[in-house]
T-cell receptor
Framework: EDKVVQSPLSLVVHEGDTVTLNCSYE??????LLWYKQEKKAPTFLFML????IEKKSGRLSSILDKKELFSILNITATQTGDSAVYLC????????FGTGTSLTVIP | DTGVSQNPRHKITKRGQNVTFRCDPI?????LYWYRQTLGQGPEFLTY????????KSRLLSDRFSAERPKGSFSTLEIQRTEQGDSAMYLC???????????FGAGTRLSVL
């Protein structure tokens, strides 16, 4: 059965901390892995990863994919309160599969 | 605004009633997806269209649910004889077939009393 598993389920950190969010997957006909940020409403796109070992960066966020070990990590450095959200990992294969998300809370 | 648009934003209904939601995708996107999301869970795939053709439906999708995209542009999702378990956020997303990035609407939150 195809699945996407994220860990931890929730995380509480202080402003300025660095966090690492994990996503592992077992998906038939893997095509890509995507990270989304979801605040009160719709998920907004962060990164798409298709190749192993190539880091994608956007400001304080970065992500990398390991297609051999079937996982990805999302790093956020120097966290801010505005980073508080649910971070969703999605994998495209025959369908589009989401994990349950990691809820990140950044305390001032 | 040229993003994905969903209407209504909120819907409250009584058990047993039928409801219909609408999604207008980004205009040049030929794929349209419907998802359901409940609290603490990631979006759960329901169905998707490429142009007007419904290519896939989740095995979990009850026959009370039906979706259409008659002209390959906007789509509707109808739920017949609603049950309290149908209460959720219904999200629509669109993409170009050659891309993997889905762009989401703000969702329709359904509450079945």
């Amino acid at each position: 059965e195809d699945k996407v598993v994220q860990s931890p389920l929730s995380l509480v950190v202080h402003e300025g901390d660095t966090v690492t969010l994990n996503c592992s997957y077992e998906v038939t006909n893997f095509r890509s892995l995507l990270w989304y940020k979801q605040e009160k409403k719709a998920p907004t796109f962060l990164f798409m990863l298709t190749s192993s070992g190539i880091e994608k960066k956007s400001g304080r966020l970065s992500s990398i994919l390991d297609k051999k070990e079937l996982f990805s990590i999302l790093n956020i450095t120097a966290t801010q309160t505005g980073d508080s959200a649910v971070y969703l990992c999605a994998v495209t294969g025959n369908q589009f599969y989401f994990g349950t998300g990691t809820s990140l809370t950044v305390i001032p | 605004d040229t993003g994905v648009s969903q209407n209504p934003r909120h819907k409250i209904t009584k058990r047993g009633q039928n409801v219909t939601f609408r999604c207008d995708p980004i205009s040049e996107h030929n794929r349209l997806y419907w998802y359901r999301q409940t609290l603490g869970q990631g979006p759960e795939f329901l169905t998707y269209f490429q142009n007007e053709a419904q290519l896939e439906k989740s095995r979990l999708l009850s026959d009370r649910f039906s979706a259409e995209r008659p002209k390959g542009s906007f789509s509707t999702l109808e739920i017949q004889r609603t049950e309290q378990g149908d209460s959720a956020m219904y999200l629509c997303a669109s993409t170009q077939a050659a891309q993997n990035i889905q762009y989401f609407g703000a969702g329709t939150r359904l509450s079945v009393l």
